[in-house]
C-alpha cells in the first residue's frame, strides 16, 4: 500500500491498513508530520483568535492556589504565564509529540512482548502508534472549525469538541473531576482501538483482546496520574 493508501485505510479499513503497516514498518513519520502540523496550525490560530491571555487569566480566577494573591501579582503572574505558554505551545508540537511517540512506542513494545505475549519490533510497535494518532488530526481540524464558531469567550482549549464526558460536567466541578471525564472521548478510544488492532496484527501470538487489555492498562496508570496531579496541583 502507498502512504496515502495507508492513511486512509487506517481511518476506514484498519485490520487491512495495519496488516500491510507490520509487514512493512515504513513511513511512520507521515502521520508524525500530518500530527505536528495540525497542532501548530490550531496553535497559531488560537493565539490570534482567542490569546492566551484570555486562556491564562481564567485559570488565575478559578485556582484554589491564587485566590490569597493581591491584583498586583496575579497581573504579575499573568505576564510571565502567557510569555511561557506562548514559547511551549509551540515548543510542543515540534518536540514533545516526536518525544511521546517515540517513548510511546517503547513502553507498548515492552508491554506487549513481555507481558502480553507478543513480538513486535520498535520499528513496527512505532509505526502502529504513528498510524494510530491519525484521528487526532481529525479532532484537530474539527477543533479549528468549533473555534471559529464559537466566541472567544466561549471557546475551552482544554476541551474544545463535545465528544467526551466532561461535556456532562459542570463549570463548578472540581478541576481533578474534569480532567477525569475528559479522558473518556470518543477519539482517545478510536486510537485505543486502532492500535490494538495494530500490535494484533504484529504477531500470530496477539489478539486484539489482548493488545487491548496491554493498551488500556497503561492508559488507566496514566489517568490516574493526571487525575493526582490535577488534584494536589489546581
Not at 490550531?42 to 481564567?58: C, D
Not at 513496527?124 to 468549533?146: D, E, F, T
Request: hydrophobic share 55%; glycine share 8%.
Amino acid at each position: 500500500m502507498s502512504l496515502p493508501a495507508r492513511i486512509a485505510g487506517v481511518l476506514m479499513e484498519p485490520g487491512k491498513a495495519f496488516a500491510d503497516i507490520a509487514a512493512r514498518p515504513t513511513g511512520w513519520w507521515l502521520p508524525m508530520v500530518l500530527v505536528i502540523v495540525t497542532s501548530l496550525v490550531f496553535v497559531n490560530l488560537y493565539s490570534q483568535r482567542v490569546g492566551w491571555e484570555r486562556m491564562m487569566r481564567h485559570e488565575l480566577e478559578t485556582s484554589s492556589r491564587t485566590q490569597q494573591m493581591s491584583a498586583e501579582q496575579r497581573e504579575a503572574a499573568l505576564t510571565q504565564m502567557v510569555k511561557f505558554t506562548g514559547i511551549v505551545s509551540y515548543v510542543g508540537p515540534l518536540v514533545g509529540t516526536p518525544l511521546s511517540f517515540l517513548a510511546m512506542a517503547g513502553v507498548l513494545m515492552l508491554m506487549m512482548n513481555s507481558v502480553m505475549g507478543g513480538q513486535s519490533s520498535y520499528k513496527q510497535s512505532l509505526s502502529v502508534v504513528s498510524y494510530s494518532m491519525l484521528p487526532s488530526v481529525i479532532s484537530g481540524i474539527l477543533a479549528i472549525v468549533v473555534m471559529f464558531i464559537k466566541s472567544p469567550d466561549e471557546f475551552d482549549i482544554r476541551n474544545p469538541l463535545a465528544f467526551n464526558a466532561g461535556a456532562l460536567v459542570g463549570s463548578e466541578a472540581p478541576k481533578w473531576l474534569t480532567a477525569l471525564a475528559t479522558s473518556f472521548d470518543l477519539f482517545t478510544f478510536w486510537m485505543i482501538g486502532l492500535m490494538a488492532i495494530g500490535f494484533a496484527a504484529t504477531s500470530r501470538k496477539m489478539t486484539v483482546g489482548k493488545a487491548l487489555t496491554g493498551i488500556v492498562t497503561l492508559w488507566a496508570l496514566v489517568i490516574v496520574c493526571k487525575v493526582g496531579w490535577t488534584a494536589m496541583f489546581s
